[in-house]
């Protein structure tokens, strides 16, 4: 028996049934400051490596926060890649990058992954200029196979040859990018390793056709193997009865799988049970490998593209990894690898709950301040999903669509209730766009897309060509608009107002509290036409929510404080959109007790149709300077839009924009990027008062 083969079965992985508090001891881990020790450590060392990497990982996401399950389900994985692919010099693709936690342990970043996610730290996905090893920066998902698909090209362009290998996850490969770029690959004749990361889960449960595909894959008890030849050879696979991911799998294939013997004349039926009986993983004979594999592996997805499809395999047995990549690093052409991997791995409350656990928070500290009772305000996305209930129950032809993001969209409790209007398209945001406009040409369905701002922008061709063009009745409810403070410049939704304002038949609205969150809402779901609807992520201030409609006009902003003195020469305008306000009235407040001005402040409420109504009467009173406040971009936004109409007047007051200039905002706390970017209530005071005194 070889050593790999030893090693798995004598080796027990660790559990574990609680976050680490403290850092643990991982002697071997402290030995590997680069992959190619992972090259210098016995097989025996490597499986000891992938517990002490699942215990750090354990601790550091503990002091940090962030992106759990995926990590945790990818240890061996992870290992196994570094160990086989020569690394820098091999390149290697994190889709999406939510499980790169290990790679960046093992790329050199041990000490400082307890930093990740904040100001300063380790960014919470892979990024070209934090490490040599991280080949591509990712953060959306579906990009990796045709990111490493243009680096193979390249090397070979270059002279320069080296593997390329992408990690998909099973959710990712629904995305129809990932197609794109296989279908392209194979055209391209392009030397490319694919690794199916299946572990059944996206940030959602894995849903559709491909995910029932991957259960037939799975529930027929073979692989497609690779012996140390390159021959490619069909074996049994043990499947535990108990096995949560093939229960799932049955479940998923609602009864259109068929027993293996009954696909197959009835001879070679009984041969295959001959051979397999009571062994583990057995080659099938040479003369029949090519017809059953032929008639088993037929509707085989990737096959049908023209990839050679190896597994599916124990994306946990770190022997059998290493054994299989190792072979098939040496097949020339486009080349997949299927694993199977456990969300959560090894933290058995994670493998219960491996949605809840997609991300945790830090761990909390104990102080005497935990006593004080905790705050009330409810998340923008809970808002959301009140406000869908609630009107659902109204109106019974409103739908909701959403690509892959029911819980962070706050849509459960509505899917719960109202299955037959609810519909998860999986990690399609051009698709889930589309579908909404085929729904509206009904004429009386009325879809409701839930999805956020930095995922919209990946359906843009589809929300102008599709929905807007044809002045569809479609509402956008666009969550995490503005900056999303720890997951950085990939999740930060502050392009929205500039690439939606643009468009025709088009409205848009910006609540600046959870009560106009529900109200905008409602006003925009009723409008006859295309609509959208932003607010951010996490809480909003506190203020109650009257679910009683009220009449909120479209394009009419709402006067919320204005000064008595009628005297001051200066006249001040602050102009707020969306959820900036409570801190733009708060400095505005101050700046008027300080300085002899009067001052004005408005919820504007709507970027398009803009209040052009106020904004003549402002300029008409004698308002001398007026300032726009926006959590986006200041190039495109509400702000220009202001000044778009202002220009035109003869007594145009001065202006002023504030909000994010023409940079990328890196990670941090959102206050934080709050305060770096100026928009904070001192940011805010700061520049008004720098314009008034010019």
Known sequence: MTDLATHRQVHQAKVFD???????????????????????????????????????????????????????????????????????????????????????????????????????????????????????????????????????????????????????????????????????????????????????????????????????????????????????????????????????YLHMANGALEDVSTRLPSKIGEKISELFSGMVSSPLPDKIVEKIGDKLFADNLFKAIGFTYLGPFDGHDLPKLISVLERAKQLKGAVLVHVHTVKGKGFLPAEADPIGYHAIGKLPKTTASDTAPKPTAKKYSQIFGDWLEHTASIDEHLVAITPAMAEGSGMVDYAKRYPDRFFDVAIAEQHAVTLAAGMATSGRIKPVV???????????????????????????????????????????????????????????????????????????????????????????????????????????????????????????????????????????????????????VVDMRWVKPLDTVLLEQLAASGITHIATVEEHQIAGGAGSAVNEWLIGLDNCPKLLNLGIKDDFIHHASHEEQLAHCGLDKAGIYQSLEQFIQR
């Open 18 to 248: 609680e976050i680490l508090a403290t850092r643990p001891d991982t002697p071997i881990l402290d030995r590997v400051a680069t992959p190619a020790d992972l090259k210098r450590l016995s097989t025996a060392e490597l499986l000891q490596l992938a517990d002490e990497l699942r215990a750090y990982l354990l601790y550091s996401t503990g002091v940090s926060g962030g992106h759990f399950g995926a990590n945790l389900g990818v240890v061996e994985l992870t290992i196994a890649l570094h160990t086989v692919l020569d690394t820098p010099h091999d390149k290697l693709v994190w889709d999406v990058g939510h499980q790169a936690y290990a790679h960046k342990v093992l790329t050199g970043r041990r000490d400082r992954l307890p930093s990740i996610r904040s100001k300063d730290g380790l960014t919470a996905f892979p990024e070209r200029s934090e490490s040599q090893y991280d080949t591509f920066g990712v953060g959306h998902s579906s990009t990796s196979i045709s990111a490493a698909l243009g680096m193979s090209l390249a090397s070979n362009l270059l002279g320069e040859p080296c593997k390329v290998a992408a990690v998909i996850g099973d959710g990712a490969m629904t995305g129809g990018m990932a197609f794109e770029a296989m279908n392209d690959a194979v055209q391209q004749n392009a030397d490319l390793l694919v690794v199916l990361n299946d572990n059944d889960m996206s940030i959602s449960a894995a849903i559709g056709g491909f995910s029932r595909h991957l259960a037939k894959l799975w529930q027929r008890g073979l692989a497609m193997d690779i012996d140390k030849h390159g021959n490619i050879l069909m074996v049994k696979r043990d499947i535990s009865s108990d096995d949560r991911r093939i229960r799932h």
């Open 450 to 600: 839930a999805i956020y701002s930095t995922f919209l922008q990946r359906g843009y061709d589809q929300l102008i060509h599709d929905v807007a063009l044809q002045h569809l009745d479609v509402t956008f409810a666009i969550d995490r608009a503005g900056l999303v403070g720890e997951d950085g410049a990939t999740h930060a939704g502050v392009f929205d107002l500039a690439y939606l304002r643009c468009v025709p038949n088009i409205i848009i609205a910006a609540p600046s509290d959870e009560h106009e969150c529900h109200q905008l809402l409602n006003a925009c779901y009723w409008h006859k036409g295309t609509a959208a609807v932003r607010y951010p992520r996490g809480v909003g201030v506190g203020r109650a929510v009257n679910l009683a409609d009220e009449p909120y006009q479209i394009g009419r902003a709402n006067i919320v404080w204005q000064s008595d003195n009628g005297n001051a020469k200066t006249r001040l305008a602050v102009l707020a959109f969306g959820t900036r306000l409570a801190d733009a009235l708060a400095a505005a407040q101050s700046l008027q007790g300080s300085y002899d001005i009067a001052c004005t």
